[in-house]
């Protein structure tokens, strides 16, 4: 049991870890800012939802958190290491992802929503609206990942 303890307290206190969460939660923290500066949070439960949740704006998270993971484990293994190829590939499909398929199905369900919209005005059709995923503009994810560089720097030089 010691051992198991002793495991989960290596785990929670692993800088790599800490780096991470603290990277995605700074983005989080900014993109909840510039929101409420730009007066469109309406009540305080779309406070808390924009700042443990909500994703797409300015910065983005994702990007913020795999840029952190990956500048740890480059530091710290080596960027010859096979774990920093395996980080490198989860970073470029994340931020592939970010900034084009989930943009992507956005962008589609934000018309498939006007469309139905208009044919439920006319009568031609019941219609119930599709979720619009928000995905991330290249200077979103651009942000996002040099949030992350610079945080995943500043725990690797100050550990």
Same mark, same amino acid.
């Given at each position: ?6 495991? /989960?307290?290596?785990?929670? %206190?692993? =800088?790599?870890?800490? @780096?991470?969460?603290?990277?995605? $939660? #700074?983005?989080?923290?900014?993109k909840t ?18 700042? /443990?949740?909500?994703?797409? %704006?300015? =910065?983005?998270?994702? @990007?913020?958190?795999?840029?952190t $993971? #990956? ?8 960027i010859s ?31 498939l ?17 599709i ?29």
């Amino acid at each position: 049991m010691a051992n198991a303890r002793e495991q /989960l307290r290596l785990f929670f %206190s692993n =800088p790599v870890l800490l @780096s991470c969460i603290f990277s995605w $939660l #700074c983005a989080q923290l900014i993109k909840t800012l510039v929101k409420l500066f730009s007066g469109k949070v309406h009540s305080v439960a779309e406070l808390f939802e924009l700042m /443990l949740w909500r994703t797409g %704006s300015m =910065p983005s998270s994702h @990007s913020a958190l795999v840029a952190t $993971l #990956c500048t740890n484990i480059g530091y710290r293994s080596g960027i010859s290491s096979d774990v920093f190829i395996l980080s490198l590939g989860f970073f470029l499909v994340t931020i592939r992802d970010a900034v084009g398929v989930r943009r992507a199905n956005g962008i589609q369900a934000r018309i498939l929503n006007r469309i139905g919209r208009t044919l439920a005005e006319k009568g031609i059709v019941e219609f119930k609206p599709i979720k619009e995923v928000q995905g991330h503009t290249p200077a979103e994810v651009v942000i996002g990942c040099l949030l992350g560089f610079f945080i995943g720097l500043a725990f690797c030089v100050l550990n």
